[in-house]
């Protein structure tokens, strides 16, 4: 059995690399709470996350984004799924530093296209081609690497064999 976190589990990771998928089986067997940040903002903001992107830009999203994120690990121990951009931010980054034990969901590349071809309601790849993801997707694999924890997830079986992964890596 996983010991029991004393801080915030932070699922960090490049869009559909399954944050938030992965985050609710392994809230569930840690039994704490599951908190999907982007979820979060859509309940506080009464609209969804492509609608603040359409009607207030990214940076005014990634504002929203760093205030909740700043909140929410400021509480108990929790698993939480961030947006995959959040770690761009100094700040946010900061927080997750003194705050949360952050865990990376390393999904190789092919995998992400293949996701995202199978689901929609991501403004940052909205109307992007392969190679803009790739580039984003290489743009920010250095500050998922800033995480405590690296679990290779694009060849796995099952989101359970993902989190059993993590649970071993908490041990």
């Given at each position: 059995?996983?010991?029991?976190p004393s801080k915030p589990l932070?699922?960090?990771?490049?869009?559909?690399?399954?944050?938030?998928?992965?985050?609710?089986?392994?809230?569930?067997?840690?039994?704490?709470?599951?908190?999907?940040?982007?979820?979060?903002?859509?309940?506080?903001?009464?609209?969804?996350?492509?609608?603040?992107?359409?009607?207030?830009?990214?940076?005014?999203?990634?504002?929203?984004?760093?205030?909740?994120?700043?909140?929410?690990?400021?509480?108990e121990p929790q698993v939480v799924?961030?947006?995959?951009?959040?770690?761009?931010?100094?700040?946010?980054?900061?927080?997750?530093?003194?705050?949360?034990?952050?865990?990376?969901?390393?999904?190789?590349?092919?995998?992400?296209?293949?996701?995202?071809?199978?689901?929609?309601?991501?403004?940052?790849?909205?109307?992007?081609?392969?190679?803009?993801?790739?580039?984003?997707?290489?743009?920010?694999?250095?500050?998922?690497?800033?995480?405590?924890?690296?679990?290779?997830?694009?060849?796995?079986?099952?989101?359970e064999a993902v989190v059993k992964?993590?649970?071993?890596?908490?041990?």
């Amino acid at each position: 059995m996983a010991r029991f976190p004393s801080k915030p589990l932070v699922l960090v990771g490049f869009m559909a690399a399954g944050k938030s998928k992965i985050g609710r089986l392994l809230a569930r067997e840690l039994q704490l709470p599951f908190i999907d940040t982007d979820r979060e903002i859509e309940k506080e903001m009464g609209c969804a996350i492509p609608t603040i992107f359409r009607d207030f830009g990214e940076p005014e999203f990634r504002r929203i984004e760093r205030e909740t994120i700043a909140r929410i690990v400021g509480r108990e121990p929790q698993v939480v799924a961030i947006g995959g951009g959040a770690c761009m931010d100094a700040q946010t980054r900061q927080v997750l530093d003194q705050r949360a034990l952050t865990i990376w969901l390393d999904v190789p590349f092919e995998a992400v296209m293949d996701r995202l071809s199978k689901s929609s309601g991501r403004p940052v790849a909205s109307g992007k081609t392969a190679d803009e993801l790739r580039e984003l997707w290489e743009q920010r694999r250095p500050f998922y690497e800033l995480a405590k924890i690296r679990i290779e997830t694009g060849r796995m079986p099952a989101p359970e064999a993902v989190v059993k992964r993590v649970l071993e890596a908490l041990q």
